[in-house]
């Protein structure tokens, strides 16, 4: 199986004034370094999914783009200690399309740097069948680690980006050969 890796980048916040395309637009400048991906962003601001979980056309579309991927990277803020709602409804729009699948982790917020949002998250994922990929890419601060092109000279999330990346394409190829191989019973 030599075909890219399909990687849906999800964008979690919605606010207005977000700062998520700063974070995302960093991210997707280093992945573009892994040709093993073949990425989509899935921005969850122009995702139309009700908070009630009703079906709609976009939730078909939406859930077609989950079971095409091969693996998963959520760009969180956190927000009261705890990640955007928006994230919790697109992780409940769906359910076996989720399945057998990595996904990693990319924070951002104040002192924490969106840390204790991820390992909020953590506890979903493995609720949803997914492989959490231990390392994890955070912004403490966040503003103050971006300069005016969108740059960033934080050295520890540029180390964790790359090594994130390394253990999601391990993770993403074994896994995809495994739900080849002998489908996930969940």
């Known amino acids: 199986m030599d075909t890219p890796l399909r990687l849906e980048v999800i964008v979690a916040s919605v606010r207005p004034e977000r700062f ?4 995302a637009d960093w991210f997707l400048r280093t992945l573009r370094a892994h040709d093993e991906f073949d990425t989509g962003v899935i921005d969850l601001a122009d995702t139309p999914l009700p908070a009630d979980l009703t079906e709609i056309p976009e939730v078909a579309d939406y859930r077609a783009r989950l079971a095409a991927a091969d693996a998963f990277v959520a760009i969180t803020s956190e927000y009261n200690h705890g990640y955007p709602a928006s994230l919790k409804t697109a992780f409940d729009t769906a359910k076996h ?4 699948k990595p996904i990693g982790f990319v924070s951002y917020g104040g002192l924490s740097g969106g ?6 998250l953590r506890q979903v994922v493995a609720e949803i069948h997914m492989v959490s990929i231990r390392e ?8 103050k680690q971006f300069d005016a092109a969108g ?6 999330a540029i180390d964790a980006a790359a090594r994130m990346l390394r253990q999601l394409s391990w993770w993403a190829r074994t896994l995809r050969v495994a739900r080849n191989v002998d489908p996930y019973p969940g």
Do not use: I
Request: no cysteine; hydrophobic share 45%.
């Open 20 to 23: 998520a395309p700063v974070v």
């Open 97 to 100: 399309e989720w399945r057998a």
């Open 115 to 120: 840390l204790r949002a991820v390992e909020q």
């Open 136 to 143: 994890t890419v955070s912004f403490h601060q966040a503003k």
């Open 151 to 156: 740059e960033t000279q934080d050295g520890a």
